[in-house]
Nanobody, 123 residues
Framework: QVQLVESGGGLVQAGGSLRLACAASGLTFSIMAMGWFRQAPGKEREFVAGINWNGGVTTYADSVKGRFTISRDNGKATVLLQMNNLKPEDTAVYYC????????????????WGQGTQVTVSS
């Protein structure tokens, strides 16, 4: 079955960096678009970044543009999220998700989800 497993979360001070990874199995990763979403306590899940099937198109939420970078390695069936200059408002559980071909900003467009990894940014 499809599995998406996130890793790399943790506690970091404001201004610091983290790199999240999502390892995929049970699907044809090379034709899947991948997205990162996050959900803070009491808030709705929100789009963070997306990358299309071949890595040629990336999209970002305005709140993370210039600070976060999404990338993928189809040979390793892995998608990464490099997060720099982290802010306390970035604190959330981060999820990766997959869908066919092109990215989407909408969580309901993604069919498979990981279990999430906690990112906590202290001020």
């Amino acid at each position: 079955q499809v599995q998406l497993v996130e890793s790399g979360g943790g506690l970091v001070q404001a201004g610091g960096s983290l790199r999240l990874a999502c390892a995929a199995s049970g699907l044809t990763f090379s034709i899947m678009a991948m997205g990162w979403f996050r959900q803070a306590p009491g808030k709705e899940r929100e789009f963070v970044a997306g990358i299309n099937w071949n890595g040629g198109v990336t999209t970002y939420a305005d709140s993370v543009k210039g600070r976060f970078t999404i990338s993928r390695d189809n040979g390793k069936a892995t998608v990464l999220l490099q997060m720099n200059n982290l802010k306390p408002e970035d604190t959330a559980v981060y999820y990766c998700a997959s869908r066919l071909y092109g990215t989407s900003y909408h969580a309901q467009d993604y069919g498979n989800w990981g279990q999430g990894t906690q990112v906590t940014v202290s001020s």
